[in-house]
């Protein structure tokens, strides 16, 4: 067998797929449930050369692997609800700088303080809606721990390539949950590494002019090249401009790096999706209890099957509503009060159709729940 198999919590599979991905510097502040992603890194980063600090708070944190992304490290921070909050407004400045980042949310109950050691997913939409102002955002997520692994290497991988934020949306369950992992052996899997200019020492450098394919190389930050950081709108040079053209031209550019490969971003897994008239959606740990119920189902001949959702942002509509075409019931199942039920609504030709099955109490949603909101909406005719 390939790779080293090791029995790990889903916080150290995150863990390992970011090193794995090339991951230098580490800057956070504990906070349940993610406090072990911070644990681990502060023990492995420095046996590999690479840095971590423990910040003052989240605030520093997210400001900090923004100074350190651009003189050219991989980086990553990881935090919870109330840490995601105050990130916000540096998230913001990430994107408009085009600064490649990895913001690790590990969900717990809230709002405020919530009920820190329990389950939620309540931080769907802030992760797409959070910052102020127009712009796009890549949030992948994961129901296992070799998921959990494969989408944080695809995380730094899209960071990278797109010079954008993008953020892992986990969950306390599959957070703290024990399961089997197999670490790929280096190459297995493609690492992308950051594009550098092919621009010379004292000629003009455009930090911020996209070549053909879209990519925009970067110059580490002190090297041998000067330019402008700021989260102003700015021009190609990096200065800042309130020329209309400059403007539209870069929130377009924001938006459309991501949105137009909204195809190519998708990520899921399907089972039994192509016969079913009755869908299940869902993502996270969510995912595996829909799995253990559409998997149950099947077995007895009944047509029932599950889309799960590794992208949640950019939305991936037109796959869901293609999946959805043919199902007779479409039941979202998710731990809120319907984030993505509700863009599952908008996704679809006919919204009616979809229903959501959850909890909001913190616990975690089982089969058996599952189970007794589909007996619900079945006997009800619809």
Known sequence: MKGTVRFVQGNEACVEGALY????????????????????????????????????????????????????CKVMTATSGPGFSLMQEAL??????????????VQRGGPSTGIPT??????????????????????LTASNHQD?????????????????????????????????????????IPIVERLKTSVREGVDYH????????????????????????GLYHDMWGFPSDDPSVVHGLIRHLIDKIENQTNYLTRYKEVGVEDADCLLISYGSSARSARHVVENRRRRGERYGLLELQTLWPF??????????????????????????????????????VFLANRIDGEFITP??????????????L
């Open 118 to 139: 329990h389950v939620s997913q309540g931080d769907v939409n802030q992760a797409r809606w959070g910052t102020h102002g127009d712009h796009s955002i890549v949030a």
């Open 316 to 353: 991936p509509h037109e796959l869901v509503r293609s999946k959805c075409a043919n199902a007779r019931y479409i039941i979202v199942v998710e731990m809120n009060t319907g984030q993505v039920c509700q863009t599952v609504r908008l996704a679809v030709d006919r919204p009616e159709r």
């Open 207 to 230: 930090p911020y002019l996209p070549r053909e394919d879209g990519r925009l190389p970067m110059s580490d930050f002190g090297g041998v090249h000067r330019d402008n950081v700021t």
């Open 368 to 381: 058996t729940d599952i189970q007794g909101m589909l007996h619900l909406i079945q006997g009800k005719g």
């Open 21 to 72: 991905a090339g991951l230098k510097f580490f800057a956070g502040y504990p906070i349940t449930p993610s406090t072990e992603i911070a644990e681990h890194l502060s023990l492995r980063l420095p046996e590999i050369g690479g840095k971590f600090i423990q910040m003052e708070d989240e605030i520093a944190s997210m400001c900090a692997i923004i100074g350190a992304s651009l003189t050219g």
């Open 92 to 105: 913001g400045y990430a994107i408009m700088t085009e600064i490649p980042c990895v913001i690790v949310n």
């Open 148 to 188: 959990v692994f494969a989408m944080t290497v695809e995380a730094f991988n899209i960071s990278e390539t797109y010079r954008t934020p993008v953020v892992l949306l986990l969950d306390e369950v599959v957070g703290h949950m024990r399961e089997r992992l197999v670490i790929p052996e280096a190459g297995e």
